[in-house]
């Protein structure tokens, strides 16, 4: 048996776009605007209008969620939902009532809100009139959103955080091309990423400016996938040094200790591409570093010197300098795509415990995503889903390693509490420790949220 502290949280972790729903027409974020533009992109036509419902069920979702020993919840405030006009940061009041309202349920059920400011949904508009991440105005006009957030919020909201996963807007929306605008360009990223430490940068300080004299803690969602050389050639561990540099330090550095990476900034500078910035906005970024991180982890990240010289012609792009590698033998969650290797999170703690200040942590999400669970429900409609348990108990068992050598994580929140939309993928995988039923909204407890329940009462993993 391992014993986790009577502080230790369990939580759940979900967002606004892939539960609630699209209740407010007037506003479209990325993903309406791409499903209502191309439908067929989206795993069996199924859109964002729906998601999960929470719009219309969390007085009921979130009792469902206490059944299953959720005692936080991480969720996110949807941008183009709660601001009417994004130049002056007018709220919405449909929106500040239905957020005003969730926080409250939430707390009536003993669940903590962790509140998110940023998770992929950026309205269109934005994107139309300003290229999105591409423009500092939208930086600006992202710290007024924020600010207003915890003005409306903060008296019930003491955990916030800037961004969910900012690597993957990256990767999305500028490099592999699986979120809207699907552009591949390598230079637009760099900039992006710049502009993403500098947007959480200044919602940091109107966060100090507002909550800087109450308890209230702010962060940052970093998805951390620890990069791994596929030998000790020489070659291969320089290829995942740029990777760990661009994947992982390129927002830790920055978020933590205020600068970014020397060794990435130089490879950046040396092929041309390295982010405009002026000192006043370095300054910025110096001078607002986070109280806390929450870690996403799924998967490693494994890779091997590039097949074909970084010095051959070709467009900028960061994987220039490392190609993936599959381990031989490594075992997977098929239905994703993904290695399982929990050995990773016990990495990940020591990290943050030696490179980073030891600064409090907590997993924010981690999680297996099973495509047609019908297959594992028994007599009774309830999903026999072994496999998941497995995954956290395996999870939680590195995690506890890191935590007994010291480092300082508070928390494991597992992806998802209820089925939820899953951007192009809908409900092709289904992670969540409660069953959705698409067709019906009918909510049902798998058998993982019944021990996860269990776990949370007693802090004891068996």
Same mark, same amino acid.
């Given at each position: 048996m391992i014993k986790f502290s009577d502080e230790f949280t369990f939580g759940a972790a979900t967002s606004g776009p892939q539960s609630e729903g699209n209740f407010d027409k007037n506003h479209q974020n990325i993903f309406d605007y791409w499903y209502a533009k191309n439908p067929q992109a989206f795993y069996q036509f199924v859109g964002p209008d729906t998601a999960s419902n929470f719009y219309n069920s969390y007085q009921s979702d979130l009792p469902l969620m206490k059944s299953a020993g959720i005692k936080a919840l991480r969720t996110s405030i949807q941008w183009s939902r709660l601001i009417e006009n994004f130049e002056t940061a007018e709220v919405n009041q449909e929106g500040a009532y239905f957020y005003n309202h969730v926080i409250d349920e939430m707390l009536a059920n003993n669940i903590e809100p962790y509140i998110n400011l940023f998770h992929f949904?950026?309205?269109?508009?934005?994107?139309?009139?300003?290229?999105?991440?591409?423009?500092?105005?939208?930086?600006?006009?992202?710290?007024?959103?924020?600010?207003?957030?915890?003005?409306?919020?903060?008296?019930?909201?003491?955990?916030?955080?800037?961004?969910?996963?900012?690597?993957?807007?990256?990767?999305?929306?500028?490099?592999?091309?699986?979120?809207?605008?699907?552009?591949?360009?390598?230079?637009?990223?760099?900039?992006?990423?710049?502009?993403?430490?500098?947007?959480?940068?200044?919602?940091?300080?109107?966060?100090?400016?507002?909550?800087?004299?109450?308890d209230a803690k702010i962060g940052t969602i970093l998805n951390l996938t620890p990069a791994y050389p596929a030998?000790?050639?020489?070659?291969? %561990?320089?290829?995942?040094?740029?990777?760990?540099?661009?994947?992982?330090?390129?927002?830790?550095?920055?978020?933590?200790?205020?600068?970014?990476? %020397?060794?990435?900034?130089?490879?950046?500078?040396?092929?041309?591409?390295?982010?405009?910035?002026?000192?006043?906005?370095?300054?910025?970024?110096?001078?607002?570093?986070?109280?806390?991180?929450?870690?996403?982890?799924?998967?490693?990240?494994?890779? %091997?010197?590039?097949?074909?010289?970084?010095?051959?012609?070709?467009?900028?792009?960061?994987?220039i300098y490392f190609d993936e590698y599959d381990m031989p033998g490594r075992v997977m969650n098929v239905d994703k795509g993904w290695e399982i290797y929990p050995e990773a999170l016990y990495n990940i703690a020591i990290n943050i415990r030696d490179n980073y200040h030891n600064i409090p942590w907590f997993v924010s999400e981690n999680g297996m995503g099973v495509a047609d669970e019908e297959r594992f429900m028994d007599s009774d409609g309830v999903v026999q889903d072994d496999y998941r348990i497995e995954f956290i108990k395996n999870h939680l068992t590195a995690l506890h390693r890191g935590i007994a050598a010291g480092s300082n994580c508070s928390g494991y929140f597992v992806w998802t509490a209820i089925d939820c939309w899953s951007w192009k993928n809908a409900y092709h995988n289904r992670y969540g420790l409660i069953r959705d039923n698409i067709h019906t909204q009918v909510k049902t407890i798998k058998k993982s949220g019944h021990w996860y329940h269990d776990l949370s009462a007693n802090h004891i993993l068996k």
């Open positions: 949904d950026l309205p269109i508009e934005l994107y139309q009139k300003y290229g999105g991440w591409e423009s500092k105005h939208v930086v600006e006009l992202f710290a007024k959103y924020a600010e207003q957030c915890f003005k409306l919020f903060g008296d019930r909201v003491k955990y916030w955080f800037t961004f969910n996963e900012p690597k993957v807007i990256l990767d999305g929306e500028y490099l592999y091309q699986f979120h809207y605008p699907l552009l591949k360009d390598g230079r637009k990223a760099v900039q992006v990423a710049f502009n993403l430490n500098l947007a959480s940068a200044k919602a940091v300080g109107r966060f100090r400016k507002i909550l800087g004299n109450t030998s000790e050639a020489m070659a291969d %561990k320089k290829a995942a040094e740029f990777a760990e540099d661009w994947s992982n330090n390129m927002f830790l550095d920055p978020a933590i200790l205020g600068s970014f990476p %020397k060794r990435l900034t130089n490879v950046l500078a040396q092929d041309h591409v390295l982010w405009h910035a002026t000192s006043e906005e370095l300054a910025t970024i110096a001078q607002n570093t986070v109280d806390m991180i929450g870690v996403n982890y799924y998967h490693p990240f494994r890779v %091997k010197q590039p097949d074909i010289s970084p010095l051959s012609l070709t467009s900028w792009m960061p994987d």
